[in-house]
Structure formats: C-alpha cells, structure tokens
Nanobody, 125 residues
Framework: QIRLVESGGASVQAGGSLRLSCAAT????????FGWFRQEPGKEREGVAT???????TYRDSVRGRFTISIDNARNTLYLKMDNLTPEDTAMYYC???????????????????WGQGTQVTVSS
C-alpha cells in the first residue's frame, strides 16, 4: 500500500516559482510510476508530468520547459518544480503512483491506483 502526502502549494504571482513535494511511503523502488496531476473545479483531472523507476519523464505540452518532475528515492519524496507560472496553472495538484503501467502523462488518472489528498496552487496575474 502506497501512501502519498503532498505539500508546497501556495498563492504566487504570475512569473513566480513553486516546488511541490509528495512524501511517499510503502512503495517498492522498482517498476514504479509516479505522476503529478491537476484539477480545476468543474473540470477533469489532467496529467502534468510522470516519472518512472528508470527516471524517464513525460510532460504535458503546456508545462514542458517550465515544470520539472524528479524523485529522491533516498528521501522517498517526489517533487514538481514549477517555474514561470501563469494563471492557467491554477489548480489543485495531486501526486499519484502505481506499478508497471504505461508511465506516460497521456495514460490518464484512471491508470493510477494511489493518490494523495492534493495541494492548492493559485497564480494571480
């Protein structure tokens, strides 16, 4: 059983940066896939970035070059560094995990079995 706890969400101005963290416990350090998703009220949850146990990463087009997903296996922590934030990045951000799945941002939220509670990111213009 994987347990995920996000932190780091905040209110920032456009152009600013944030780093989200996701403390993960109970996962095996192989064949895993971690992802960051986001959801605005009334909209579907969308994939932001994924990283697999080999360190392979994928990003949605709108964040590529601005966001960086990484994992520190020694600290059991997943990160999402977000730079040059825009109001369109405003959403609740969730981390997710599973094993041996197509670890791509296009796989969608239904591919992930384990979820955190979310952390709010608000970007003002």
């Amino acid at each position: 059983q994987i347990r995920l706890v996000e932190s780091g969400g905040a209110s920032v101005q456009a152009g600013g940066s944030l780093r989200l963290s996701c403390a993960a416990t109970g996962y095996r350090h192989n064949s895993h896939c971690f992802g960051w998703f986001r959801q605005e009220p009334g909209k579907e949850r969308e994939g932001v970035a994924t990283i697999n146990s080999d360190g392979y990463t994928t990003y949605r087009d709108s964040v590529r070059g601005r966001f960086t997903i990484s994992i520190d296996n020694a600290r059991n922590t997943l990160y999402l560094k977000m730079d040059n934030l825009t109001p369109e990045d405003t959403a609740m951000y969730y981390c997710a995990a599973d094993y041996q799945i197509r670890c791509l941002v296009t796989a969608g939220p239904t591919a992930f079995s384990y979820w955190g509670q979310g952390t709010q990111v608000t970007v003002s213009s």
